[in-house]
């Protein structure tokens, strides 16, 4: 791992009880006077809280064409009990976040490419003497204590390489929700269990990767994934799974809104459903099975609404998107930056 300033046990100052040990051998005899300050120096220790550990922790938000929604995720992540070491907010121009944003304490805001590996990599780029990266999606509202459960599991197994947390919600499945919706469902949401279960990948909306594995494996966001980067998370989180383990770690809450607007078209996110999970199996970071089963259930829905769409998804922009991946894959050019092609 790369520098872990402030990650190692912190020292109590000595003048706090230096002057406190020599009061206990004034009532001894001259000749155990080492044995009765060792003893009492013990007992002070004794007494002591456990030092108290910290990882230095970065979060980064790759963001475009939500400020308004971005502006309110970094308030709501202001209020952490835990609060991040610095804030890093990738954008492709200064206009994709508010000025009230910009100018929060501990954000840095950098500005450069557009598309989600793009901006997600020059967060990486960004992580000299950080320990831990919290990549959160603009429209995840994550609870109070999310940093603080993440820190306290990434000390307890100092093996895992990655996690994400409990998604008490998920407006991405249907028409969305609110700030308020989110604020109702964490109120409301019962004390979670201190634990950490398994898990084949991180979820892109919220994911915590060790920066120490990142740097071993050399690891970056695959810059083929255009756009919106669709399944960036499960190969980013299959390829750092060769130096550690992944969890859910079940005391970090969050709801994930499922804004709709700023997202891509549906012929494009259609043709992304085909092309990218079959990029990824020819690459080695999915295994076959799950991407069958994903291209299968994705196609399917789409068959099926597409007579009635719900409001908020475009099901015949999808099942186009499908049918052209289905007719470049048979011409063998199937390619996930195709998508630049098609809108």
């Known amino acids: 791992m790369t520098s872990r300033s402030g990650a190692g046990p912190t020292s109590l100052p000595s003048h706090r ?22 003893a009492s120096e013990g007992a002070w220790n004794a007494r002591l809280p456990a030092p108290v550990r910290r990882l230095r922790i970065a979060v980064g938000l790759a ?16 209020r952490q009990s835990r609060p991040p070491d610095a804030i890093l907010v990738s954008v492709p121009t200064t206009a994709d976040i508010g000025l009230e944003a910009a100018g929060m304490p501990a954000v840095t805001l950098l500005v450069g490419a557009r598309g989600l590996t793009r901006q997600r990599n020059a967060i990486l780029e960004r992580l000299d003497g950080f320990d831990l990266v919290c990549f959160l ?10 940093l603080a459960a993440m820190e306290q599991a990434f000390l307890r197994d100092p093996g895992l390489a990655g996690a994400t947390g409990v998604v008490l919600a998920d407006g991405i499945t249907g028409a ?42 050399g690891l970056r966001f695959d810059e083929s994934l255009p756009r919106y980067g669709w399944l960036e998370d499960v190969d980013f989180s ?31 996110f259609g043709y992304s459903q085909i092309a990218n999970p079959l990029y990824l199996v020819r690459k080695g970071s999915y295994v076959w099975h799950r991407a069958a089963w994903l291209m299968s259930r994705n196609v399917a829905m ?7 769409p719900e409001p908020h998804v475009d099901r015949r922009g999808r099942l186009a998107g499908n049918a052209a991946a289905f007719v470049d894959l048979l011409r063998r050019r199937l390619d996930p930056e195709r998508i630049d092609s098609l809108s």
């Open 137 to 146: 999606d603009d429209d995840f509202v994550v609870g109070d204590d999310y």
């Open 17 to 38: 009880f230096g002057s406190i040990a020599p009061l206990g051998i004034l009532w001894e005899p001259e000749s155990s006077t080492h044995e009765a300050q060792s």
């Open 302 to 308: 789409n068959l099926l609404r597409s007579a009635r």
């Open 176 to 217: 969305g929700y609110s700030f308020d919706d989110a604020e109702r469902v964490l109120a409301a949401a019962r004390s979670p269990e201190v634990s950490t279960s398994e898990a084949y990948n991180a979820y892109g909306c919220n994911m915590v990767f060790s920066v120490g594995a990142i740097r071993r494996g």
């Open 63 to 78: 963001t475009a064409g939500r400020p308004d929604v971005a502006c309110q995720m970094l308030v709501r992540l202001g």
């Open 238 to 268: 299959r390829r750092i799974a060769r130096f550690g383990s992944l969890g859910q770690v079940e005391d970090a809450l969050g709801v994930h809104l499922g804004v709709k607007g700023g997202r891509q078209s549906g012929l494009c």
